[in-house]
């Protein structure tokens, strides 16, 4: 079934009760699910890199995603963001510059998000929970930099995955390391010491705050591996 054709299925032209629009609506969730993943089945390797909307190209945040990005799209991973502004566009523009594709998942929102112009392949979500998969499945790294909410909500979703056994194991890379330090102690200071994760939990993130050790680090974790999903990792990320 086509997109459009899902798209129509998800808006049919009757007066249906909230009940049955909700039904509907499954059409077009299942039309994001679709194109995306037909988009972008040919980028892997590919790094998601996420952090703030609200920083201005002259800050050190911006820049150092940008320089990162470029070091990684020159290795030869595509960079995928968030295809907004702030450490969404310094993501999208090293990786635009670079040797590789810069990926933008963009989403629909009443402020702050804006695609930015360094994409080659963009697409637009209505529903986060659909772009959230397709940072995890398509990812052979995070590289996290300073950010809010949403760029908690997204280290915070793959560290459950990957926790839990819904997700392969991949590089969750923190830059900045004094803007999470707070963050990395309390981890360490009340959720290991009360018992609310295990000690070796924590072995899943890793801060680095120099470009060129976040490239380095991507390749050892996969040194002696392809940077594709095992076969037993590739039923994991089927079923997310």
């Not at 090293?94 to 702050?112: C, D, M, R, T, W």
């Not at 380095?216 to 095992?230: M, N, Q, V």
């Amino acid at each position: 079934m086509t997109q459009e054709k899902l798209h129509n299925l998800a808006a049919p032209q009757i007066d249906a009760s909230p009940t049955a629009r909700e039904s509907w609506r499954m059409f077009g969730i299942m039309s994001e699910f679709v194109e995306a993943t037909e988009r972008l089945a040919p980028i892997r390797p590919a790094v998601s890199i996420f952090g703030s909307a609200r920083i201005a190209p002259d800050h050190p945040y911006y820049q150092q995603a940008e320089k990162v990005a470029r070091l990684l799209s020159d290795a030869g991973f595509s960079v995928i963001s968030g295809g907004g502004p702030g450490v969404m566009e310094a993501a999208s523009k090293g990786a635009f510059q670079g040797k590789s594709a810069s990926v933008g998942l963009n989403i629909q929102l009443p402020q702050e998000q804006q695609s930015n112009a360094y994409q080659d392949i963009s697409l637009t979500f209505r529903h986060f929970f659909a772009r959230k998969v397709m940072f995890v499945k398509f990812a052979a790294a995070y590289v996290v930099l300073p950010g809010g909410f949403g760029t908690l909500d997204e280290l915070m979703e793959a560290l459950t995955l990957i926790q839990t056994g819904k997700s392969r194991r991949f590089p969750l890379i923190l830059m900045s390391t004094a803007y999470w330090q707070g963050l990395l102690d309390w981890f360490r200071e009340r959720l290991v010491s009360e018992g609310m994760i295990a000690a070796e939990d924590l072995d899943l993130i890793q801060a680095i705050d120099e470009p060129e050790q976040v490239v380095d680090a991507i390749f050892k974790h996969y040194e002696g591996r392809g940077f594709g999903p095992l076969p037993h990792e590739h039923e994991l990320l089927l079923n997310l």
